[in-house]
C-alpha cells in the first residue's frame, strides 16, 4: 500500500486550510475525470459551527453506511440488532435548524462470513452513530438536518469511474470483502476532511472535539488497510481495487487545486503517490527467527520524510462524496450535489462551496 495520495497535496492544502474553509451524479464524476482544470478555493469566513456542520453532514453518510451494512437499518430506525449492539433504542434524530431531514436510499445488510469483519462493522456502526450524537451535541440548535444520501446507485457510479472491474454492478453489501472496499472509500477521506477543518477552529473545545474524532477514524482506516492487506497481500484482488479508488480521490479531488490533469497523460503530478496499495518497501532476506523472507507492508498513509498524514480542503471532500459536485467549468459550485449526496449537504447562512 502506498503511504500517501501525494506529497504535492500536502503542499496545495497546506496553503489553503490556515487561511479558508473552501467547500466548494455519474455525468459530473465522468466530466470531470475527462477534462482538467485550475480552480481557486473561495475564502470565505466560516465559523466553528459551520465547520462542525460540516463534519455532521459527513457523519450522517458514515453512520448509514455502516448502519445499513452491519444491522439493515438506518440510524433513526433502528432494529433490534441495532439496539442490541448498543444503538439508542429511540434512534438517533436526523432534524435540524437548516434543511427537511432527508431519506437514505439504498443499502442493505451484508451476508458476513468471517467473524473478524462482521465484528468491526458492527463497533464501527455504533461508534460512527456516537459522532453524530457528539456533534449534535456540541452544535445544539445549530445542528443541520441530515440530508439526502444516496447508498445505493451512488456505488456503481463510482466504481465504474474507478475501474474497478464490474463496476456497473458493484455493491458494498455482497460479501465482506465488497464491503471492505465500500469502507476504503470512506475511511481515509473522513481523516484527511477532519485533518484539514482542524486548523481553522478557533475554540479550543472544538479543535480538541475535531482532533478526538479524528483519531478514531484513523483506527477505523488502519484497521481497514491491515485487513484488506491480510485478505489480499498479494495485491491481486481487492487490494488491487483501492489502487483505483485512490487514484479517483486524486482525480476528483483534482479539480479543486492549481494544477492540471491532462487526459490520456501518464500519472499526473498530483498523483505520484496515490494513498493505494502498492508494492512493499523492501523484502528482508531473512526474518522470523531467520528462516522467512519478510516483506514489509506499507499500511500508513503518511509522507514518507516527515510521516505526516495529509489533509483536505472541504471543496476537495466535496468533489469526492459528489462524484465532481463541486467544480463545474472550472468553478467552485454551492450547493454541491451528486453522487452520495444527490441534493446537496445541509448546511448555515454561508453555505458550503
Known amino acids: 500500500m502506498a503511504s500517501m495520495e501525494t506529497e504535492i497535496l500536502d503542499e496545495v492544502v497546506a496553503k489553503n486550510r490556515r487561511k479558508m474553509l473552501a467547500l466548494g451524479g455519474g455525468a459530473a464524476l465522468a466530466a470531470l475525470i475527462l477534462r482538467g482544470g485550475a480552480v481557486a478555493d473561495a475564502a470565505v469566513a466560516y465559523s466553528d459551527s459551520d465547520i462542525l456542520n460540516f463534519a455532521l453532514n459527513l457523519e450522517y453518510l458514515e453512520a448509514n453506511f455502516y448502519y445499513l451494512s452491519a444491522f439493515g437499518c438506518t440510524i433513526d430506525r433502528p432494529n433490534a440488532a441495532a439496539i442490541d449492539a448498543g444503538a439508542p433504542a429511540a434512534g438517533i434524530s436526523i432534524t435540524g435548524s437548516v434543511g427537511t431531514p432527508g431519506i437514505v436510499s439504498g ?12 465484528s468491526y462493522a458492527i463497533e464501527t456502526a455504533i461508534e460512527e452513530g456516537k459522532h453524530v450524537l457528539f456533534l449534535r451535541s456540541a452544535l445544539g440548535s445549530s445542528a443541520v438536518a441530515q440530508p439526502a444520501i444516496n447508498l445505493g446507485s451512488a456505488w456503481p457510479a463510482l466504481a465504474t469511474a474507478a475501474g474497478i472491474p464490474g463496476g456497473s454492478s ?10 471492505l472496499v465500500g469502507a476504503y472509500v470512506f475511511e481515509d477521506v473522513g481523516v484527511t476532511a477532519y485533518h484539514g477543518a482542524a486548523p481553522l477552529l478557533t475554540a479550543s473545545a472544538n479543535l480538541s472535539a475535531a482532533a478526538a474524532i479524528l483519531s478514531v477514524e484513523a483506527y477505523h482506516a488502519g484497521l481497514i488497510r491491515t485487513t484488506i492487506n491480510n485478505i489480499d497481500p498479494s495485491n491481486t484482488s481487492i487490494g488491487s481495487y483501492t489502487n483505483l479508488i485512490s487514484a479517483l480521490r486524486a482525480r476528483l479531488s483534482l479539480a479543486a487545486s492549481p494544477t492540471t490533469l491532462v487526459p490520456g497523460t501518464a500519472a499526473n503530478p498530483y498523483d505520484t503517490n496515490p494513498d493505494d496499495f502498492g508494492l512493499a518497501n523492501f523484502t528482508t532476506p531473512s526474518g522470523l527467527g531467520g528462516n522467512t523472507a519478510v516483506t514489509a507492508t506499507r499500511l500508513t498513509d503518511a509522507d514518507p520524510v516527515n510521516v505526516i498524514a495529509f489533509a483536505r480542503t472541504a471543496t476537495q471532500v466535496l468533489n469526492i462524496v459528489t462524484g465532481g459536485g463541486a467544480v463545474s467549468n472550472n468553478a467552485i459550485v454551492s450547493p454541491a450535489t451528486g453522487v452520495f449526496f444527490p441534493a446537496g449537504l445541509n448546511a448555515g447562512p454561508n453555505g458550503f462551496r
Do not use: K
Open 170 to 179: 458493484f455493491t458494498p453489501y455482497a460479501s465482506d470483502n465488497t464491503f
Open 107 to 118: 443499502g442493505s445488510e451484508v451476508p458476513f462470513t468471517t467473524i473478524q469483519v462482521a
